[in-house]
């Protein structure tokens, strides 16, 4: 297999730390097998070297909050949508875009997308939702793993990453969607 997909699987694994061949070819050959491998190995995934549905949601995954972490400590800006300033659903909808995933601009309209996940099987990636300010999803971070969740928070000013356990988050939790 060859092409521009093998390069990007290439990037993404180089990225992560897994591809370490000095360029990305394009081609799928022993190299990049390895990498597969050693990156299903290291995710506790089933290592046959295949990127099959599982590990490409994995990758996607770990891109995505890579990309997401990028952003702590941005300024939080009513109706932002760049690394200037960002609010709750401007950073979901930039990372995911920066990541080729096209999703709604607005938390409403993001709550409509993806799959329903109960809280007890919250992976890393899932959109995490809250009722705030007004009814319906008025607020969505990305659950990160551990409880915790990356968001751009009004009250603090910036993007930061809080525990799904704090009282307010906790009282004001609404659901969860799947968007990988």
């Known amino acids: 297999k060859s092409g521009s997909d093998v390069v990007a699987l290439q990037e993404d694994l180089k990225t992560l730390g897994y591809f370490t061949y000095y360029r990305c070819t394009g081609y799928f050959g022993t190299v990049t097998k390895q990498s597969v491998l050693n990156y299903q190995r290291s995710r506790y995934l089933l ?10 949601r994995a990758l996607k995954t770990d891109m995505l909050i890579r ?5 702590i400590g941005v ?5 932002g949508t760049s690394p200037s300033g960002f609010d709750c659903s401007g950073l979901t909808h930039y990372v995911m875009l ?22 007890s099987s919250l992976k890393p990636g899932d959109f995490v939702f809250f009722e705030t300010y007004q009814a319906g999803a008025s607020h969505v971070g990305i659950y990160l793993g551990n409880g915790q969740f990356i968001h751009a928070s009004s ?13 307010y988050y906790s009282a004001h939790y609404i659901g969860a969607k799947r968007m990988i």
Do not use: F, H, M
């Not at 290592?47 to 490409?56: E, L």
């Not at 990309?67 to 952003?71: E, R």
């Not at 920066?98 to 809280?119: L, M």
């Not at 603090?156 to 525990?163: A, D, L, P, Q």
């Open 47 to 56: 290592a046959d070297g295949i990127v099959g549905p599982v590990t490409r």
């Open 67 to 71: 990309t997401v972490k990028k952003y």
């Open 75 to 79: 300024p939080y800006v009513w109706g």
């Open 98 to 119: 920066e990541n080729e995933i096209a999703i709604p601009r607005t938390c409403a309209d993001q709550y409509t997308k993806g799959t329903w996940i109960s809280r």
């Open 155 to 167: 009250g603090t000013g910036k993007v930061i990453i809080s525990e799904l356990s704090n009282s």
